[in-house]
């Protein structure tokens, strides 16, 4: 089949727009599934994904559609994230597609994610088709929905369709504008092979799994590889599509999106975005790659168990080849003992690596406070780029501390502008631009640290909105700011582990949190135990754990009282003598209570 009648395309929206949901249908309209197979959320292949409702990675899969025309078109689609944390997939499947298909939720409008994803789609040059969802909800409003297409996305109004994901509605007629809107791929003159690699998974009897976009020539078993990256050669075990399993074929041609199963045994070979071409007719140069991904948040993660370093090292190693964002690198610790540390895109992105850790390979772990990434120029003029508090050199070095900042957008409800004004504010944020987009809402373009957002903005704001609003936000540069590191004492010992880069002014609040917190978990000695936070050498929050007294009277009845004194005041040195030199050793349960509350 020539490339002629191949469609190549991607369903991008707003988070819970209906895009896995249409994705759904239009295999039961093409009837690449039987009634059999059917069920909700089909491309959602992770547990995960099913529980908390969200798409995590992008899935391929190809169907075949004979449209009105009577000529059948295969038809390759990858459904896409809709979450902020995750737009990195998103980016990673248009740059295997021609076309887009744009959902707008009918009843909620244009949100600040369908704006994301659209710029990243004409970044691509993609061919956008838009779509109206939910139409038979009785909150639906499809002419203000086409109102918000022209005026804030700048696409014509009489392009949408509308359609239902749900109910079946309009399906017929995205599959007919799919087939006649977006472009058959162009494949390169010189007919040598040219593929992307766009994602990979890792199985343990078959080795790595590349899924990959042909742009030209052809993929066969038995035939020798190459991979541009590794200059590493390979011999193609299996090639074929999905549908949505992986079905077999005989070969893969331009424009064609399926998987390739060569001798690859490690996880380190596959590199995301490389290209593979034939190792005796190699393509010239390799196609252009994704912007390599920089991690913006940091957390160390620890076995519980430290027998499980290295279990856990090549867990880490696997998810890699699936999670090109995700990194890590060796760290130990006093407290937690040998361990990783991580970079990540965001929180959602930590929980969800730490939730695949211990569902996917079973291992018990523990992860200390996110931080971000600061710029330090020292006064001798070295810039350091610090990603650990243990880090930050002592602060009569420093000459000034940066830190990342983001430029958020913020769509809400023109009722809850001041709360959310407020929020930012709090956050050590500025509103740099307002703008209504209709009667009822407003975008707010909000200049905040990345510090501030990472653990509970969004929680925050969707609670204050009562779920109308959303956000979305992209890396802005670096601010000066009056960062400082702040360090936990138990007994005057620092515990490496609770140190975190905090700014000045919410130093004192956080450390009362803190302290408070260890306070609770720390359990008592024969002395009493300082917990306090300090800046340099500074206190600015403390709490005591009161001596655990033991009773030294019990054995003596009756008789003269100077006795019982002499007990109590031999008590009281040993007391005294037992805090200089006493040692509080603090139990694993209690960092991870601590590190897990936050």
Do not use: W
Not at 206 to 227: A, D, E, H, N
Not at 425 to 451: F, N, S
Not at 471 to 484: I, L, S
């Amino acid at each position: 089949m020539s490339t002629e009648f191949t469609r190549n395309f991607s369903i991008i929206a707003h988070i819970d727009h209906g895009k896995t949901t249409l994705s759904d249908r239009l295999l039961e309209y093409t009837q690449t599934i039987t009634e059999r197979e059917q069920q909700a959320q089909l491309l959602d292949a992770m547990d995960l994904e099913r529980e908390k409702g969200i798409t995590i990675k992008s899935h391929p899969v190809a169907m075949k559609y004979k449209a009105k025309d009577g000529i059948t078109y295969n038809l390759n689609l990858l459904d896409t994230p809709g979450h902020v944390d995750f737009s990195y997939e998103v980016a990673r499947s248009l740059a295997a597609c021609e076309g887009a298909v744009l959902m707008v939720d009918a009843a909620q409008g244009v949100e600040a994610q369908t704006m994301a994803n659209l710029h990243l789609a004409m970044d691509q040059n993609l061919v956008i088709i838009p779509v109206l969802n939910k139409i038979d909800l009785p909150a639906a409003d499809v002419d203000k929905c086409k109102q918000q297409l022209e005026d804030i996305l700048a696409i014509p109004a009489e392009e949408a369709i509308p359609a239902s994901a749900k109910s079946g509605i309009g399906i017929e007629e995205i599959l007919e504008a799919i087939v006649a809107r977006i472009p058959p791929p162009v494949e390169n003159e010189d007919k040598l092979l040219r593929a992307s690699v766009f994602d990979s998974i890792y199985d343990a009897f078959r080795g790595v799994i590349s899924y990959v976009r042909v742009f030209s020539g052809t993929i066969k078993p038995r035939q020798r590889i190459k991979l541009f990256a590794t200059e590493k050669t390979y011999e193609v075990k299996e090639c074929g599509v999905f549908t949505p399993k992986m079905t077999k074929r005989d070969g893969l041609i331009a424009g064609d999106v399926g998987y390739v199963i060569a001798n690859m045994k490690s996880a380190d070979e596959a590199k995301i975005g490389d290209t593979l071409t034939d190792s005796t007719h190699p393509c010239p140069e390799a196609l252009p790659g994704y912007k390599e991904i920089q991690p913006m948040v940091f957390s160390g993660i620890y076995p519980v168990d430290s027998s499980d370093y290295e279990s856990l090292k090549m867990a880490m190693g696997k998810l890699q080849i699936n999670d090109a964002a995700f990194t890590f690198m060796s760290e130990s610790s006093s407290a937690l003992g040998f361990g990783f540390r991580c970079g990540f895109l965001g929180l959602l992105h930590m929980e969800i690596i730490q939730e695949r850790l211990r569902r996917e390979f079973n291992m018990d772990v523990i992860s200390t406070y996110p931080s971000v990434i600061y710029e330090v120029t020292k006064t001798n003029g070295e810039e350091l780029i610090i990603d650990n508090p243990s880090f930050l050199p002592e602060a009569q070095e420093i000459e000034e501390i940066r830190e990342p900042m983001v430029r958020t957008f913020i769509m809400v409800p023109s009722d809850y502008i001041g709360d959310i004004m407020s929020l930012v504010m709090e956050k050590r944020g500025e509103l740099t631009h307002t703008e209504t987009i209709d009667d009822t809402r407003v975008m707010l373009t909000c200049e905040l640290p990345l510090a501030e957002i990472l653990v509970d903005f969004n929680d925050r704001m969707k609670s204050m909105t009562r779920g109308y609003g959303s956000m979305d936000y992209e890396h802005c540069g670096y601010r000066v700011a009056k960062m400082v590191k702040m360090d936990m004492l138990i007994a005057q010992e620092p515990v490496e582990a609770f140190s975190t880069i905090v700014h000045r002014d919410k130093a004192e609040t956080y450390g009362r949190q803190l302290a408070n917190k260890l306070k609770e978990v720390i359990p008592q000695q024969l002395f009493v135990v300082a917990i306090q936070a300090c800046i340099g050498g500074k206190i600015v929050a403390a709490e005591r754990i009161s001596a655990m007294r033991k009773n030294v009277t019990a054995k003596c009845y009756g008789g003269d009282i100077s006795r019982k004194r002499k007990l109590l005041e031999k008590q009281k040195k040993g007391k005294e003598k037992m805090k200089q030199f006493g040692k509080v050793s603090i139990p694993q349960e209690a960092f991870i209570k601590v590190l897990k509350n936050d």
